[in-house]
């Protein structure tokens, strides 16, 4: 089974902190995504990656960065944390796209921002 | 733009009533249609999938049928359970150049009586 792992499920930071989301995938996955789930908005995509030291920008990556040096990791970075980020951030990975190809998901990172 | 619309919830109904959640989307060409499924506090897992007009997604019980016509992915279960409680997202996948991304609805909140 594919398994995507978030390296911490729960994290309370302060505002302006440096925070860092690790996610690590099992698969030798090409593309790794990270969106973010609020209450009313549903999944909104922050950046994604379909290589090594590749990203692209998905709807919403202001405040975020991200980095990729290994196939297998994908991490989320927020320079300057802010209470407007406090929400649950969700890994995914998949293959190459082809037409159909699913999206794996973690289980999801709460981060509550003080 | 592209954008999937999904019924809102929360939707509430007794056990072994029949389920649907209605989706539409609005996309070029022709997007491969998902449905993730998401338990409390857990994260999203693949329910079911379809890659081309008039394909029937099943699993667990539920089904739903790509309608190209109608623009349309509606998820249906004839006899629901307890046990499927939780949040149903309706997604494409969006092809940029040769990778993709899923675009998500809202989500829709399930919740079954005993």
């Known amino acids: 089974d594919v398994k995507v792992t978030q390296s911490s499920r729960y994290l309370v930071k302060r505002t302006g902190e440096k925070v860092f989301l690790e996610c690590v995938q099992d698969?030798?996955?090409?593309?790794m995504f990270w969106y973010r789930q609020d209450p009313g908005l549903g999944l909104r995509l922050i950046y994604f990656?379909?290589?090594?030291?590749?990203?692209e920008k998905g709807d919403i990556p202001e405040g975020y960065s991200v980095s990729r040096e290994k196939k297998e990791r994908f991490s989320l970075i927020l320079e300057s944390a802010s209470t407007n980020q406090t929400s649950m951030y969700l890994c995914?990975?998949?293959?190459?796209?082809?037409?159909?190809?699913?999206?794996?998901f973690g289980e999801g990172s709460w981060l509550t921002v003080v | 733009g592209n954008s999937v619309t999904q019924m809102e919830g929360p939707v509430t109904l007794s056990e072994e009533a029949f389920l649907t959640i209605n989706c539409t989307y609005t996309?070029?060409?022709?997007?491969?249609l998902f449905w993730y499924v998401q338990y409390p506090g857990e994260g999203l897992q693949l329910l079911l999938k379809?890659?081309?007009?008039?394909d029937k997604g099943s699993n667990k019980g539920f089904e739903a049928t790509y309608r190209k016509e109608t623009t349309s992915f509606h998820l249906e279960k004839g006899s629901v359970q307890v046990s499927d409680s939780a949040v149903y997202f309706c997604?494409?996948?969006?092809?940029?150049?040769?990778?993709?991304?899923?675009?998500f609805g809202k989500g829709t909140k399930l919740s079954v009586k005993p």
């Open positions: 996309a070029t060409g022709y997007p491969s």
């Open positions: 990656s379909y290589d090594v030291k590749m990203k």
């Open positions: 379809a890659t081309k007009a008039d």
């Open positions: 995914a990975s998949s293959p190459s796209a082809i037409s159909g190809n699913t999206i794996y």
């Open positions: 698969m030798d996955h090409e593309n």
């Open positions: 997604a494409y996948m969006n092809y940029g150049g040769s990778q993709g991304n899923l675009i």
